[in-house]
């Protein structure tokens, strides 16, 4: 995990429609930057509708919403669609930022050990320097923490 106080590593994604979208042309706003394993499972579908219910109180509050994962841009823009999501997911199929952003961790699953994505949320400022960070998130609880942090 990256440490509060650093600098966010500059990236380069595609958004859902294609798009190339970089960290460091959203300077001047606050930025949510939410890591999350894949898309339409149970978790994820609850994080992003989160995000998607509460998205005004987001804007309200000038900070920008960018949810990633390692799934490709189509299956982005099925995700964005079917749930009616209104801000930008990047596509990390090489997981690159996943790296970059140390999301990748170890995980058991169904006893078997596998590199997975890590549900983790930073908190970035106007000047690109991270202010608040979360690992292990719990998905419905995730927007609602941004919030209050946002508040103070």
């Known amino acids: 995990m990256l440490e509060i106080g650093t600098l966010a590593p500059d990236f380069t994604l ?14 001047n706003q606050k930025v949510v930057l939410y890591f999350y ?33 390692k799934d490709t841009v189509r299956s982005h823009a099925n995700f964005k669609a079917k749930y009616d999501l209104p801000f930008t997911l990047l596509a990390d199929p090489e997981r690159e930022v996943l790296a ?24 970035i400022d106007e000047n690109g320097v991270i202010i608040q960070a979360y690992d292990k998130v719990k998905a419905d609880l995730d927007s609602e923490n941004l919030l209050a942090d946002l508040s103070v």
């Open 37 to 69: 394993p894949k898309d339409n499972t149970s978790g994820c579908t609850t994080q992003a509708c989160s995000y998607r219910d509460h998205y005004p109180q987001f804007i309200e509050k000038g900070a920008k919403v960018i949810g990633v994962s």
């Open 100 to 123: 970059l952003y140390d999301v990748l961790k170890e995980k058991t699953m169904y006893g078997k050990k596998a590199i997975g994505t890590v549900r983790t949320t930073y908190l």
């Open 14 to 27: 595609m958004d859902q429609d294609g798009n190339p979208v970089t960290l460091s042309d959203f300077r």
